[in-house]
């Protein structure tokens, strides 16, 4: 059983639509990161997330940690082909000793 | 954040043989962490590397497989041994800064032959 799901898998959008992608888990965290990885290189950090029910914004990226602090949601508005990657949840990284990813949503943006 | 050159960024290597990738660190830290990271998949954590200590190995790999130094606060290394096709992945390194999370390397991409 993974610690972390995201969903969906796969999202295929053009450039101009909305969308949201889920982090979810059935353990509780104190934190929460996004990352965001294009091809060839390292993941980078989005955003942090700490408190429940907290909502915090990068530009066109909500970023919303649930309630009770066990999913999380990004809602990308009017979605440009740069934000074309692989999005990936974690746990800060002050979790116990699991540094771990959630397998991720891959989307693609097409112009 | 830390700043975090890894090399080679990429490499073909022929089975049986043995890759040593590097890691260099602007800064010192505590725990340095290594993924790999199979075509169109997530991130899985491989070992990490404290320094002065052994590296903890996650279930699935082995230290005769994956050998890690760490000699100092900066630098580290990972060996992938007597490879073959199923090594073929993209390794990165990174390190963590808490709260500011994350930081990795470019990675590796290493294709077996």
């Known amino acids: 059983t993974q610690l972390l799901e995201q969903s969906p898998q796969f999202l295929s959008i053009q450039e101009g639509e909305n969308l949201t992608v889920y982090c979810n888990s059935s353990?509780?965290?104190?934190?929460l990161q996004w990352y965001r990885q294009e091809p060839g290189e390292g993941p980078v950090l989005l955003v942090t997330?700490?408190?429940?029910?907290e909502v915090k914004k990068l530009k066109r990226l909500t970023f919303q940690f649930g309630d009770a602090r066990k999913d999380s949601s990004l809602h990308i508005t009017a979605a440009q082909p740069g934000d074309t990657g692989l999005y990936l949840c974690?746990?800060?990284?002050?979790?116990?000793?699991?540094?771990?990813f959630g397998p991720g949503t891959r989307l693609s943006v097409l112009p | 954040s830390a700043v975090i050159s890894q090399k080679p960024s990429r490499d073909i290597c022929q089975r049986g043989t043995s890759l040593t990738i590097q890691c260099q660190v602007d800064?010192?830290?505590?725990?340095m962490f290594w993924y790999r990271q199979q075509p169109g998949q997530s991130l899985t954590l491989i070992a990490t590397?404290?320094?002065?200590?052994?590296?903890?190995?996650e279930s699935g790999f082995v230290i005769d497989k994956f050998p890690i130094s760490r000699p100092n606060l900066t630098f580290s290394t990972l060996t992938v041994s007597n490879m073959s096709p199923e090594d073929s992945s993209i390794y990165l390194c990174?390190?963590?800064?808490?709260?500011?999370?994350?930081?990795f390397g470019s990675g590796t991409r290493l294709t077996v032959v």
């Open positions: 800064s010192q830290v505590t725990m």
């Open positions: 997330v700490v408190t429940g029910g």
């Open positions: 990174s390190v963590t800064w808490g709260y500011a999370g994350y930081t």
């Open positions: 590397a404290n320094q002065g200590s052994e590296a903890t190995y």
């Open positions: 353990s509780v965290f104190s934190s």
């Open positions: 974690a746990p800060g990284a002050n979790y116990g000793q699991n540094f771990v």
